[in-house]
């Protein structure tokens, strides 16, 4: 899966936008607490854009080993990670409903979807920047 990351340093948020086919070792190893550093708030904050993936061949399986390596590196650390999926379609939506459900499971990792724009909007004021800044924001800086 093709995929732009683009750390946002002022707002404390690395922001993924993700194209074409996803497999499990496209989410593995990003590597964050080396590109943001923590809050308070959200601990590691990561806003993940899937409108333009385009089909997947993971399964129950690679969801719960992704979920597991996640919580495996941030609970030691006595960290947090909150991951907000913009998931507008049914096959992201139900593949990160599976991620969200295991994460009500852990204090480390926190999965929130959003299917439509404006509910993942109404939370991103407190990033500093809706969808639409994140997108251009990162296109500028590609």
Same mark, same amino acid.
């Given at each position: 899966?093709?995929?732009?990351?683009?750390?946002?340093?002022?707002?404390?948020?690395?922001?993924?936008?993700?194209?074409?086919?996803?497999?499990?070792?496209?989410?593995?190893?990003?590597?964050?607490?080396?590109?943001?550093?923590?809050?308070?708030?959200?601990?590691?904050?990561?806003?993940?854009?899937?409108?333009?993936?385009?089909?997947?061949?993971?399964?129950?399986?690679? =969801? *719960? +080993? @992704?979920?597991?390596?996640?919580?495996?590196?941030?609970?030691?650390? !006595?960290?947090? /990670?909150?991951?907000?999926?913009?998931?507008?379609?049914?096959?992201?939506?139900?593949?990160?409903?599976?991620?969200?459900?295991?994460?009500?499971?852990?204090?480390?990792?926190?999965?929130?979807?959003?299917?439509?724009?404006?509910? =993942? *909007? +109404? @939370?991103?004021?407190?990033?500093?920047?809706?969808?639409?800044?994140? !997108?251009?924001? /990162?296109?500028?800086?590609?």
């Amino acid at each position: 899966m093709p995929r732009i990351l683009y750390n946002l340093p002022e707002h404390n948020v690395l922001f993924a936008r993700c194209f074409g086919q996803v497999s499990p070792d496209d989410v593995i190893d990003w590597h964050l607490d080396s590109q943001i550093t923590q809050t308070a708030k959200f601990g590691f904050l990561t806003v993940i854009d899937l409108s333009e993936v385009t089909g997947t061949d993971m399964t129950f399986d690679d =969801l *719960n +080993s @992704i979920h597991a390596r996640l919580v495996r590196h941030y609970g030691p650390r !006595r960290q947090k /990670l909150t991951i907000f999926l913009y998931a507008p379609d049914d096959l992201t939506f139900g593949m990160t409903r599976i991620l969200q459900s295991m994460s009500t499971m852990t204090d480390h990792v926190n999965v929130q979807v959003f299917r439509d724009c404006e509910a =993942l *909007n +109404s @939370i991103l004021p407190e990033v500093g920047k809706s969808l639409c800044e994140l !997108r251009t924001s /990162l296109h500028e800086n590609c």
